[in-house]
Nanobody
């Protein structure tokens, strides 16, 4: 069964860190570009970061540059999103997806189910 499963979300105080994971089953993740998206209540889903399948190209939306880092762990068939210096405005459901990683951000194809990130004191 082909699946993407996100994990690592939770409640964290402002300034804290979380590491999200996107684990694949049923296929090899390193053959695919992976994007991270988020959707806050009442807002549209937005692209946060992505990593290409071939040359390691990465993209970040402006609001997370310098704070978030996307990386692959091919041995674990997983892509991580390390999130540091978290802010309340980072609160959202975070999704990973296969698709494309372009110069204007990720283009999704197949979605995971999402993981909640809440940044609050």
């Amino acid at each position: 069964q082909v699946q993407l499963v996100e994990s690592g979300g939770g409640l964290v105080q402002p300034g804290g860190s979380l590491r999200l994971s996107c684990a694949a089953s049923g296929f090899t993740l390193d053959y695919y570009a992976i994007g991270w998206f988020r959707q806050a209540p009442g807002k549209e889903r937005e692209g946060v970061s992505c990593i290409s399948s071939s040359d390691g190209y990465t993209w970040y939306t402006h609001s997370v540059k310098g704070r978030f880092t996307i990386s692959r762990d091919n041995a674990k068939n997983t892509v991580h999103l390390q999130m540091n210096s978290l802010k309340p405005e980072d609160t959202a459901v975070y999704y990973c997806a296969t698709g494309s990683c372009t110069v204007v951000g990720p283009v999704p194809d197949y979605w995971g189910q999402g993981t909640q990130v809440t940044v609050s004191s």
